[in-house]
């Protein structure tokens, strides 16, 4: 479904989204008009327009009755502070946003009211608790823990602007575990099979193939693969701008992309090396997720294999290859070490070569 605001347009080089938020939205969040080369992209970003755009109007409904002793009276007067308006990107805005609504509509087990309608003054560490785990229940642990996090800043913040007290926060030391990152990776055989398999299914099976493939070679996420353009390569090496991050990436050519590429032929529409050629259109998540899932199971791979997991395979292998952090982060365009680290899985074979490494330098 299209967003609010969200206009196709045909240009040259084929079919763009643009997002035209109106005038006085423009003016009130700071979101400008933006054109974008994928329909979901444009939908997200018109989605973040209207919560911010909904945030706006609730800052200024001075005759909007929320009792001034609740929770959502606390969410109310956050979204209206400096801490909220001021000091928080626009996707964290978003995020908060929706976890704080998860939590002031959710129904703790045992109630009949929304947690939102709850006085404040008493919400204990038990009531956290049970707020905790009935997300948990109905959503996930991973929300669950987003939650708590954006409850915890909320009461924070009032305690700062005189609302709550700093004494008084019941989200604070839950110790919550923290969730384990995801240590997944490819072999190199299972990425061969998964190619090999993709192409014996059809054209937009192999075009899954292909992006399995980039992901893992360049060790780059499926979001930035799938725009990669033809006009990307430039005297041998892959140079473009990484999404996420907004850092320009300048990746040698390998030796197996260039043999898969000289087999791919350009669309007439679009410049992307990634096109479904069912729709001749480039690939969004769903869909390739979705010809992802039936490749591994013609190919007899497990169904915990994500194509996210090719970045994650590839940083390791450099690693493993001896590769220094600043090498890696050349590769990957992590800004921070720290960052680079959570995408490193050690292996025992890095643990021989630093010990080897070690010894030598002992003698």
């Known amino acids: 479904m299209t967003e609010k605001y969200v206009e196709m347009i045909s240009t040259k080089s084929g079919t763009r989204w643009g997002v035209y938020p109106k005038k006085d939205v423009r003016g009130a969040t700071g979101y400008s008009g933006k054109r974008f080369e994928f329909e979901d992209d444009a939908n997200r970003y018109s989605r973040m327009v209207q919560a911010a755009w909904r945030d706006y109007n609730d800052s200024l409904r001075d005759n909007i009755h929320i009792p001034s002793r609740t929770v959502d009276a606390l969410i109310h007067y956050y979204y209206t502070t400096n801490e909220f308006q001021d000091r928080l990107r626009k996707h964290s805005k978003l995020h908060y946003r929706l976890s704080l609504k998860t939590c002031a509509e959710i129904t703790l087990e045992g109630s009949t009211k929304p947690f939102g309608s709850y006085f404040f003054h008493r919400v204990d560490a038990k009531t956290a608790d049970k707020l905790y785990a009935r997300i948990k229940e109905q959503h996930s642990e991973h929300r669950a823990a987003m939650c708590m996090k954006a409850m915890r800043r909320v009461w924070y913040v009032c305690a700062r602007h005189g609302r709550t007290s700093f004494d008084n926060n019941p989200f604070k030391k839950m110790s919550i575990a923290a969730l384990p ?17 993709a192409d014996t299914m059809g054209p937009k099976y192999a075009a899954v193939g292909t992006m399995v493939l980039m992901c893992y070679e360049l060790c780059q996420r499926p979001v930035d693969v799938r725009k990669i353009a033809w006009d990307s390569i430039k005297q041998g090496d892959f140079v473009f701008t990484q999404q996420k991050t907004g850092v320009q990436v300048q990746i040698p050519m390998t030796d197996a992309l260039e043999k898969r ?11 992307n090396i990634v096109i479904n050629p069912a729709t001749n259109r480039p690939f969004d998540r769903r869909l390739y997720s979705k010809y992802a899932a039936e490749i591994r199971k013609e ?24 590769c220094t952090d600043d090498e890696m982060r050349a590769v990957t365009g992590h800004q921070s070490r720290d960052v680079l680290s959570i995408y490193i899985v050690p292996t025992a074979h890095m643990a021989r070569t630093a010990m080897s490494k070690r010894q030598r330098k002992a003698y």
């Open 261 to 271: 590429l000289k087999t791919l032929s350009r669309s007439n529409e679009y410049l």
């Open 299 to 322: 190919a007899g791979l497990p169904d915990h294999l994500k194509i996210g997991d090719l970045r994650r395979t590839g940083a390791t292998e450099m690693a493993h290859s001896g």
């Open 181 to 197: 990152s995801r240590k997944v990776r490819w072999t190199p055989d299972q990425i061969d099979t998964f190619v090999k398999t």
